[in-house]
């Protein structure tokens, strides 16, 4: 009978110190918009790299890009205040749909209240489809250890220039 005492005893202890592991985490929600610029003389995103056949896929399939992207409070770009940036890089990998790669890092900047913390973000962004969710994958600073998910809205979209803004709802839990 001792040993099944002791081992629902050391069960008992195993979960009191996961609950209270569990309850010092923090949640936070981030809500930005994602400024893709591709036109005009200070583009933000430019094509670094492309298959033989990007040109005449339909997807663009095998185009990388590079990013620096501004992340603002509000949707326009020359009225809302500048929360951070989006660096990293996206590859068209949909042969047969606008399918994205993300590889990114959200750095947060003065002001955000979160200056130089970062989210990392990693994953699948489906064009086709309204709202877009990725992995969090972890994060610095502020967000040191994070995990959680981005969802990812198109808030407008310019055919002609390929400028993008997209709404970015992020939910992250972290000590």
Same mark, same amino acid.
């Given at each position: 009978?001792?040993?099944?005492?002791?081992? @629902?005893?050391?069960?008992?202890?195993?979960?009191? @110190?996961?609950?209270?592991?569990?309850?010092?985490?923090?949640?936070?929600?981030?809500?930005?918009?994602?400024?893709?610029?591709?036109?005009?003389?200070?583009?933000?995103?430019?094509?670094?790299?492309?298959?033989?056949?990007?040109?005449?896929?339909?997807?663009?399939?095998? +185009?990388?890009?590079?990013?620096?992207?501004?992340?603002?409070? #509000?949707?326009? @770009?020359?009225?809302? &205040?500048?929360?951070? &940036?989006?660096?990293?890089?996206?590859?068209?990998?949909?042969?047969?749909?606008?399918?994205? @790669?993300? +590889?990114?890092?959200?750095?947060?900047?003065?002001?955000?209240?979160?200056? #130089?913390?970062?989210?990392?973000?990693?994953?699948?962004?489906?064009?086709?489809?309204?709202? &877009?969710?990725?992995?969090?994958?972890?994060?610095?600073?502020?967000?040191?250890? +994070?995990?959680?998910?981005?969802?990812?809205?198109?808030?407008?979209?310019?055919?002609?220039?390929?400028?993008?803004?997209?709404?970015?709802?992020?939910?992250? &839990?972290?000590?």
């Amino acid at each position: 009978m001792a040993p099944v005492s002791f081992l @629902l005893t050391a069960f008992a202890v195993v979960l009191a @110190l996961f609950a209270a592991s569990a309850s010092a985490e923090k949640e936070t929600h981030l809500r930005f918009y994602f400024h893709d610029v591709m036109s005009g003389p200070s583009p933000t995103v430019v094509r670094v790299a492309e298959a033989s056949t990007t040109n005449t896929s339909a997807t663009s399939f095998g +185009a990388v890009y590079a990013m620096d992207d501004p992340l603002t409070e #509000g949707p326009d @770009l020359n009225t809302s &205040r500048l929360v951070g &940036r989006a660096q990293g890089l996206y590859v068209c990998d949909g042969r047969d749909s606008l399918s994205l @790669l993300m +590889a990114m890092n959200f750095v947060f900047l003065d002001g955000s209240g979160y200056n #130089g913390s970062t989210v990392a973000v990693v994953g699948p962004n489906i064009a086709g489809v309204p709202v &877009r969710e990725m992995p969090v994958v972890g994060g610095t600073g502020a967000f040191r250890f +994070a995990r959680g998910y981005c969802q990812a809205q198109t808030y407008s979209y310019d055919v002609k220039t390929g400028d993008a803004i997209v709404e970015y709802n992020v939910y992250l &839990r972290h000590p």
